[in-house]
């Protein structure tokens, strides 16, 4: 190399580590050390540089930053350690609740003393979770919190997040970082003044405008929309040569030593008592902050005690959100209606005078049951005050009893299914009523639009509309019968076409390949979610295993609880669903899975293989090939080292690919992947 292009080179690294600097300074740290216009300059000489010599720039120049490329879509990823949501605290009741729960926990039944847990307050920024990923000091992915497990790959547009550093000032770091991408007060207000005078549609409150920033398919749009990020907690933390934290508050620390943007706004408490005090003072002082927050997080500042405390299948047992008290708004009860849901459960709405609350516009309210109805004396014609249980679900809160007039009329729940006109019948112990009807289409169409979604079986094609239709012209009485559709069969309804009917014929019968824990949760199991669907095949293998299994050999099964077992059990027990199920087989669909101990046994095809997937594959999804290779015994992750056994390469694959290239990986796509696991 010249000593013209060294000179150069070293210019463009001065640079950049110079406006990385003062983007820490001005983003993280609030303190900037100079004028606009002086950053403007480095920007700017920067730009020139690497537009005159392309081959300097790097994935973390701060020119990276804003793309210009829209995206066709998000591509699904897997997150390293599940992000788990928070179980909520609404009053202080509810924290004291949760002391009680997690000392219990620490002291254990053999132990002579209890291990009394310090605390850590934090403000429970009201925003979008994001994971950060970092290999070797570099952000490599940025993804949405999803189903917990799963989220959107939108590292592009956390890029364009200027208080999102591209490198952390450790190179060496290797870690993943949760934290809450929001928009502050007074951008939120800009961008929807800028919107109103484009007569665009405004955004409800800043955290609909930063959730529906941060997942434009065009990142340009979110580079304009000035989002910034508060990092909260960090997991696989690997700092070659440094002692890895043992405390909450060291992690903070940590993080902001690494470059990462943290809300200083925390306090380490000493006891329950004390985590009152700093959130009754928030309450008082929420709107002096320039950003909205909904609360407050507690958890247990002790990593070890947290490991102690472990996780239900939803959220973590050493943390807890503490709501502020909701909003709440004066309106009138119109009407009250019941719905039904697929399992049959008859549930009464309030239809409202429409009101805004917490910045959206309310007209309808959940009403729960009949007990919640007659416990609040909750009448057609009331004036009430209702509020986001939550801020999220709107709610009856209490009735204005002085401001009847007479002319209100109690509610009687109807003695028959509003849809198919079945019984319907509350049973004892249970506080819903439920239509008795086995063919009620409410029912029926509700468990088939579940059944055909994405997170189930995924039929392409078979959405709400094409349900209600194959319902209404009787083709379809239960999920099996959507395995014996034919084209002829679908060309006779309307907006089918030869080529429409064609396709979901083939979209059918493609789901017939779905995992079986796809097909566990695409039955509608009451209380079985997509994590238990897994645990429950993963554990059993066979669905003829679980239909066979009693209620002791559920509970025994970690994060499946007596209420997940007893549901299972009766599901299984009912002569229609062993009917169903036995219809489901014969029809071809998948009722086995490898167990996890034989998909790693050293006779699995591809037992000690590493694999790394980049781009899009012609047939599989992300997830079903990652399914494929870990069935076979193969490890899916997510960076190409030397040690990578293979990297399956698609469509656009990446800078994993040019990496590949470049350490000798070998380099596959989707049909060698078949050929290698046998598919």
Same mark, same amino acid.
């Given at each position: 190399?010249?000593?013209?292009?060294?000179?150069?080179?070293?210019?463009?690294?001065?640079?950049?580590?110079?406006?990385? &600097?003062?983007?820490?300074?001005?983003?993280?740290?609030?303190?900037?050390?100079?004028?606009? #216009?002086?950053?403007?300059?480095?920007?700017?000489?920067?730009?020139?540089?690497?537009?005159?010599?392309?081959?300097?720039?790097?994935?973390?120049?701060?020119?990276?930053?804003?793309?210009?490329? =829209?995206?066709?879509?998000?591509?699904?990823?897997?997150?390293?350690?599940?992000? =788990?949501?928070?179980?909520?605290?609404? !009053?202080?009741?509810?924290?004291?609740?949760?002391?009680?729960?997690?000392?219990?926990?620490?002291?254990?039944?053999?132990?002579?003393?209890?291990?009394?847990?310090?605390?850590?307050?934090?403000?429970?920024?009201?925003?979008?979770?994001?994971?950060?990923?970092?290999?070797?000091?570099?952000?490599?992915?940025?993804?949405?919190?999803?189903?917990?497990?799963?989220?959107?790959?939108?590292?592009?547009?956390?890029?364009?997040?200027? /208080?999102?550093?591209?490198?952390?000032?450790?190179?060496?770091?290797?870690?993943?970082?949760?934290?809450?991408?929001?928009?502050?007060?007074?951008?939120?207000?800009?961008?929807? +003044?800028?919107?109103?005078?484009?007569?665009?549609?405004?955004?409800?409150?800043?955290?609909?405008?930063?959730?529906?920033?941060?997942?434009?398919?065009?990142? /340009?749009?979110?580079?304009?929309?000035?989002?910034?990020?508060?990092?909260?907690?960090?997991?696989?933390?690997?700092?070659?040569?440094?002692?890895?934290?043992?405390?909450?508050?060291?992690?903070?620390?940590?993080?902001?030593? =690494?470059?990462?943007?943290?809300?200083?706004?925390?306090?380490?408490?000493?006891?329950?008592?004390?985590?009152?005090?700093?959130?009754?003072?928030?309450?008082?002082?929420? #709107?002096?902050?320039?950003?909205?927050?909904?609360?407050?997080?507690?958890?247990?500042?002790?990593?070890?005690?947290?490991?102690?405390?472990?996780?239900?299948? &939803?959220?973590?047992?050493?943390?807890?959100?503490?709501?502020?008290?909701?909003?709440?708004?004066?309106?009138?009860?119109?009407?009250?209606?019941?719905?039904?849901?697929?399992?049959? #459960?008859?549930?009464?709405?309030?239809?409202?005078?429409?009101?805004?609350?917490?910045?959206?516009?309310?007209?309808?309210?959940?009403?729960?049951?009949?007990?919640?109805?007659?416990?609040?004396?909750?009448?057609?014609?009331?004036?009430?005050?209702?509020?986001?249980?939550? !801020?999220?679900?709107? $709610?009856?809160? +209490?009735?204005?009893?002085?401001?009847?007039?007479?002319?209100?009329?109690?509610?009687?729940?109807?003695?028959?299914?509003?849809?198919?006109?079945?019984?319907?019948?509350?049973?004892?112990?249970?506080?819903?009523?439920?239509?008795?009807?086995?063919?009620?289409?409410?029912?029926?169409?509700?468990?088939?639009?579940?059944?055909?979604?994405?997170?189930?079986?995924?039929?392409?094609?078979?959405?709400?509309?094409?349900?209600?239709?194959?319902?209404?012209?009787?083709?379809?009485?239960?999920?099996?019968?959507?395995?014996?559709?034919?084209?002829?069969?679908?060309?006779?309804?309307?907006?089918?076409?030869?080529?429409?009917?064609?396709?979901?014929?083939?979209?059918?019968?493609?789901?017939?390949?779905?995992?079986?824990?796809?097909?566990?949760?695409?039955?509608?199991?009451?209380?079985?979610?997509?994590?238990?669907?897994?645990?429950?095949?993963?554990?059993?293998?066979?669905?003829?295993?679980?239909?066979?299994?009693?209620?002791? $050999?559920?509970?025994?099964?970690?994060?499946?609880?007596?209420?997940?077992?007893?549901?299972?059990?009766?599901?299984?027990?009912?002569?229609?669903?062993?009917?169903?199920?036995?219809?489901?087989?014969?029809?071809?669909?998948?009722?086995?899975?490898?167990? &996890?101990?034989?998909?790693?046994?050293?006779?699995?095809?591809?037992?000690?293989?590493?694999?790394?997937?980049?781009?899009?594959?012609?047939?599989?999804?992300?997830?079903?090939?990652?399914?494929?290779?870990?069935?076979?015994?193969?490890?899916?992750?997510?960076?190409?080292?030397?040690?990578?056994?293979?990297?399956?390469?698609?469509? /656009?694959?990446?800078?994993?690919?040019?990496?590949?290239?470049?350490?000798?990986?070998?380099?596959?796509?989707?049909?060698?992947?078949?050929?290698?696991?046998?598919?």
């Amino acid at each position: 190399m010249s000593a013209g292009m060294e000179k150069v080179r070293a210019r463009a690294e001065t640079l950049r580590r110079e406006i990385q &600097k003062h983007d820490y300074l001005y983003h993280a740290l609030d303190a900037p050390a100079v004028t606009d #216009a002086e950053y403007d300059r480095l920007m700017m000489e920067l730009q020139q540089l690497e537009k005159d010599y392309p081959e300097l720039v790097t994935p973390d120049s701060p020119t990276q930053r804003v793309g210009g490329k =829209l995206r066709e879509g998000f591509v699904t990823v897997r997150h390293n350690v599940p992000m =788990l949501s928070l179980a909520n605290a609404f !009053d202080e009741q509810d924290l004291r609740e949760f002391d009680r729960r997690v000392q219990n926990a620490l002291g254990g039944a053999t132990k002579e003393t209890p291990l009394s847990p310090t605390y850590v307050v934090e403000l429970k920024i009201d925003g979008l979770a994001v994971s950060l990923l970092y290999r070797e000091g570099l952000l490599v992915r940025g993804a949405t919190r999803g189903d917990g497990e799963y989220g959107e790959d939108i590292t592009h547009n956390l890029k364009t997040v200027k /208080s999102i550093p591209l490198r952390l000032l450790e190179p060496a770091a290797n870690l993943e970082v949760r934290g809450e991408v929001y928009m502050s007060k007074e951008s939120f207000l800009e961008l929807n +003044r800028v919107r109103e005078e484009r007569d665009e549609a405004l955004f409800a409150n800043p955290r609909n405008a930063a959730a529906g920033s941060i997942r434009q398919l065009d990142p /340009s749009v979110t580079a304009k929309r000035n989002l910034s990020i508060f990092v909260y907690s960090a997991g696989n933390i690997e700092l070659p040569g440094k002692k890895a934290p043992d405390s909450h508050v060291e992690t903070l620390e940590l993080l902001d030593r =690494l470059g990462l943007r943290v809300n200083t706004h925390y306090q380490l408490c000493r006891n329950i008592e004390e985590v009152i005090s700093y959130c009754r003072l928030w309450t008082d002082k929420k #709107a002096e902050l320039p950003y909205t927050i909904d609360g407050l997080v507690i958890k247990v500042n002790s990593l070890e005690q947290q490991a102690a405390l472990g996780a239900t299948m &939803k959220s973590p047992r050493w943390a807890i959100a503490f709501k502020f008290p909701a909003e709440e708004a004066e309106t009138t009860i119109r009407d009250i209606i019941v719905s039904v849901g697929r399992t049959g #459960a008859v549930t009464p709405t309030a239809i409202l005078e429409p009101v805004t609350v917490a910045g959206s516009t309310i007209s309808r309210a959940t009403l729960h049951n009949e007990d919640m109805i007659r416990e609040k004396d909750v009448r057609i014609g009331d004036r009430v005050i209702i509020h986001k249980a939550g !801020d999220v679900i709107p $709610e009856v809160v +209490r009735v204005l009893v002085d401001k009847r007039s007479g002319s209100e009329k109690e509610f009687i729940m109807p003695p028959a299914c509003p849809v198919c006109g079945a019984e319907v019948v509350r049973q004892t112990g249970e506080s819903a009523y439920r239509c008795t009807g086995a063919a009620c289409p409410a029912q029926l169409l509700e468990g088939l639009f579940h059944f055909a979604s994405r997170g189930a079986m995924d039929i392409a094609g078979m959405g709400p509309a094409v349900v209600t239709q194959l319902v209404s012209a009787g083709l379809v009485q239960d999920v099996a019968d959507v395995y014996r559709l034919t084209s002829d069969q679908l060309v006779q309804l309307e907006r089918f076409a030869d080529k429409s009917a064609e396709n979901l014929v083939q979209a059918i019968q493609a789901s017939k390949a779905r995992p079986l824990h796809r097909l566990l949760f695409a039955l509608g199991i009451r209380h079985v979610g997509d994590r238990a669907s897994r645990i429950l095949a993963d554990h059993f293998g066979d669905i003829r295993r679980i239909m066979d299994a009693e209620a002791d $050999e559920l509970v025994v099964i970690p994060e499946i609880g007596p209420k997940i077992a007893e549901s299972v059990v009766n599901f299984m027990r009912q002569e229609q669903n062993q009917a169903l199920i036995g219809r489901l087989t014969e029809l071809g669909l998948n009722v086995t899975t490898a167990k &996890k101990s034989e998909a790693n046994s050293i006779d699995a095809p591809l037992a000690g293989q590493t694999f790394v997937l980049t781009g899009t594959l012609p047939t599989l999804k992300r997830d079903e090939a990652k399914e494929l290779i870990e069935n076979q015994g193969g490890k899916v992750v997510s960076a190409v080292s030397k040690n990578t056994g293979y990297v399956v390469a698609g469509e /656009s694959p990446g800078s994993k690919y040019d990496k590949a290239i470049k350490l000798g990986v070998t380099i596959i796509g989707e049909k060698e992947l078949f050929e290698l696991t046998g598919k």
